[in-house]
């Protein structure tokens, strides 16, 4: 009888654990709808959408679109089918928040995006009607117009609305608020702007523009130099993304000065690890902080406390701490710290393959600027700063 009450126990809290197990819970729990869902249509057909990520834990993503507002789904597509098997790579881009489809048929579809949590789906995101034509549309007016200026260094950036794609922009300044014509029209390539701002008050807007038409003005921001925007630039509203600060020149100077404090030797670069023996010494190496990254991203949050580092994804044979050759720039409105609201960039090329203890050929420790738009990231400050 004892042995039947004893074993009625340990059955009662094995199942216990099996309720209650947060791994379990979270596998089974519906994650919260993703958000803020844009569309750029390009002339052929081609369609970007993009949305920003659930708050909640999730495995990948669904896309769903219908000829009818609010009606039946007529495509459904699974990120994971991205995934190859056994391909780390591919197998992380099943996370991505953005899709990408080319020769789209003419027509107006409605979609929206759900997270998937294993086999259990979210609500779905916002739906958006996306138009598309034979020819091209013109873009929408941009949005999230974001500045950051550091005494007359300025940082103009934005996120095109959903629309035409924009081949163009026009940067348009004057010294007075509202202008119909600003004196100063800056054209440009890019969604974003870094210039020495010459001492002064500047009232900014910026428009876009392809060969079927010019969107309205953004918003107004006014400009000031010398100053100091805030330290953190603030959220856009809940739900979007700011724009992504182009920063390569910071980087480029930064590096130069890491250079000559010795942070690019390679065995510098690339330290020893810790805690081994390890299955895969150089990855392991690869994927921690180093005084490299550490002065990049210190030296970059002197300009946004946004900067931080890529809390790279586990691998099954080594535990990562970070990217040691990435930055991340957490553009969400969620909590920083985790979060999978991020624009990544290499700051380090050939990290670890120079000759390292021997290891590698010849040394590419250099610094870099790549800007990774299909790779899966966290935001993370390694323990080494408040978010």
Known sequence: MRQVRLLTIVAALAMAAFVFSPTLLARQAAPPAPTGLTYLVAPGGGVLIQWTHTTGT???????????????????????AY?????????????????????????????????????????????????????????????????????TAGFLMWNPGSGGSPTTYVVRASFVPNDPAPSIQLPLATPYLT?????????????????????????????TAPANTP??????????????????????????????????????????????????PLEARKVQTNPYINYIVDNLRQIDRRFGYNAKPTRAFVNSIIAGDEIAYHYGSDAPEGSPNVYLVDVLGGHCTGIVNGQ????????????????????????????
């Open 58 to 80: 999730f495995t990948h993503y669904q896309i769903e679109a219908s000829y009818t507002p609010g009606g039946p789904a007529f495509f459904v597509l699974a990120t994971s």
């Open 83 to 151: 995934a190859a098997p056994g391909d780390v790579r591919s197998k992380l881009a099943e996370r991505l928040n953005a899709f990408t489809a080319a020769g789209v048929g003419a027509g107006t579809y409605y979609v929206h995006v759900k997270a998937v949590n294993g086999t259990v789906e979210s609500a779905p995101s916002n739906e958006v009607a996306v138009p598309v034509s034979a020819g091209c549309g013109a873009p929408a007016t941009p949005t999230n117009f974001t500045t950051i200026v550091r005494g």
């Open 195 to 223: 210039l020495a701002i010459p001492p002064g008050a500047y009232y900014v807007t910026v428009v876009a523009a392809n060969a079927c038409g010019v969107s309205t003005p953004s918003a107004e921001v006014l400009v």
């Open 231 to 280: 330290d953190r630039t603030p959220d856009a509203p809940a739900g979007q993304r700011l724009p992504q600060p182009f920063v390569k020149d910071l980087v480029f100077q930064f590096a130069a000065q890491a250079r000559s404090l010795g942070y690019l030797v390679p065995d510098v670069a690339c330290p020893e690890r810790p805690g081994g023996p390890y299955v895969d």
């Open 360 to 387: 590698g050929g010849p040394d590419r420790n250099t610094p870099d600027y790549r800007v990774f738009t299909d790779e899966f990231g966290r935001w993370t400050s390694a323990g080494r700063f408040v978010p």
